[in-house]
């Protein structure tokens, strides 16, 4: 094989790698979780986790948008309500389990928090946060600024 021919095979092996990355790592942090956290007892209200705001439009996140967060300064300022909520809930169950190294912790919460936003509706998402106090922190931290 010609020189100019694997070197475009290592392009494209590259690029492939560099693609399947995000996918990968979701996948290894939700393989590091034990369990999946609970939904709420109770039917679903359909509003914010914290107001009476009816949630409509909500796009679930996934490893690759997460990812590109990362290249746009201001997206990680703007995360949504519903990814806040998603983050509390995921965050609080892994509370909950043995203690590990920090890498594994962020890894583990990232892919926790875009799984409850793939599998949950926004109402399940936002009663599972009250249920794990996210409401009295976050008026806290509302205070506090």
């Known amino acids: 094989m010609r020189a100019a ?3 475009w095979i290592c392009v494209v092996m590259l690029v ?5 990355l995000p996918g990968l790592l979701y996948l ?7 369990g ?4 709420a007892d109770r039917t679903p209200s359909g509003v914010a986790a914290c107001s ?3 949630r409509a439009g909500y796009q679930p996140m996934n490893p690759w948008s997460f990812t590109t967060r990362f290249f746009d300064p201001e997206a990680l300022k703007k995360a949504t309500d519903v990814e806040r909520e998603a983050f509390w809930v995921a965050r609080r169950h892994l509370m909950r389990q043995p203690r590990h190294d920090m ?5 583990s919460s990232t892919a926790l928090t875009i799984w409850i936003t793939r599998h949950w509706s926004t109402a399940q998402i936002a009663d599972a946060a009250r249920k794990e106090d996210f409401c009295r922190t976050w ?3 509302r205070v506090a600024r």
């Open 36 to 39: 999946r956290p609970n939904l």
């Open 103 to 107: 890498l594994r912790w962020h890894l």
């Open 139 to 141: 008026s806290k931290r």
């Open 16 to 20: 492939a790698g560099i693609a399947l």
């Open 28 to 34: 290894l942090g939700l393989a590091l979780v034990e």
């Open 52 to 54: 009476s705001e009816p």
């Open 5 to 7: 021919g694997k070197a």
